[in-house]
């Protein structure tokens, strides 16, 4: 049962425009979600977080909004950059604090110069 | 500043055969972790240490263990090796449990 689900396996997106990721989540106990990226050969590093007290997080060219109604938040990167090609994972927490996170299977996001 | 090392980059084992996969940290983080990632699958927690001395099952605990050896090091062994276990193993550590995790660059494991 996949918890986090990533339904968009790959993305391409020209540089410049924005690139837009999504996730669904189908636990209403998650309460706090991270965005990695990932370059091949090389472990996830983090990028943006959100508590769920908050619709929307900004840091830099990356933003990152939730609805809790929905189940569904979304990584917006604008604008985007060759360097952005990556992997991207969504992860969920239940509860702040808990070690435990629950991935989705990624995204594969390439920018096309 | 290494951050999260892990040893071997890649192993070939037979089936049936042990080892075990290295971890270290040099961040003085508290929590460490210890993940598979297969195709389409995202990546799940094997194993988990969110302090030196405690260790806790994540979601796909069965056949492996681990040992925190010490605040910088936590190690995952492979007892009888099978294909299943054919995957890319990744370990992370965080200051504390929850905290943004930061992650080694991965070992490549085939079960043949």
């Known amino acids: 049962d996949q918890q986090v689900k990533q339904n968009s396996p790959s993305l391409s997106v020209q540089e410049g425009r924005i690139s837009i990721l999504n996730c669904d989540y189908t636990n209403s106990m998650f309460d706090y979600f991270l965005w990695y990226k990932k370059y091949p050969a090389e472990g996830p590093t983090f990028l943006i977080s959100?508590?769920?007290?908050?619709d929307k997080n900004e840091d830099g060219r990356f933003t990152v909004f939730l609805n809790k109604s929905a189940k569904h938040l979304s990584l917006h990167i604008v604008p985007s950059q060759p360097g952005d090609s990556a992997v991207y994972f969504c992860?969920?927490?239940?509860?702040?604090?808990?070690?435990?996170?629950?991935f989705g299977t990624g995204t594969r996001l390439t920018i096309i110069p | 500043n290494a951050g999260v090392t892990q040893t071997p980059k890649f192993q070939v084992l037979k089936t049936g055969q042990s080892m075990t996969l290295q971890c270290a940290q040099d961040m003085n983080h508290n929590s460490m972790y210890w993940y598979r990632q297969d195709p389409g699958m995202g990546l799940r927690l094997i194993y988990y240490?969110?302090?030196?001395?405690?260790?806790d099952k994540g979601e796909v605990p069965n056949g492996y263990n681990v040992s925190r050896l010490n605040k910088r090091e936590f190690s995952l062994r492979l007892e009888s090796a099978a294909p299943s276990q054919t995957s890319v193993y990744f370990c992370?550590?965080?200051?504390?449990?929850?905290?943004?995790?930061?992650f080694g660059p991965g070992t490549r494991l085939t079960v043949t």
């Open positions: 240490s969110a302090s030196e001395g405690t260790t």
């Open positions: 992860a969920a927490q239940i509860n702040f604090g808990n070690e435990k996170l629950t």
């Open positions: 992370a550590s965080s200051e504390t449990s929850g905290e943004k995790q930061y």
């Open positions: 959100i508590s769920s007290i908050k």
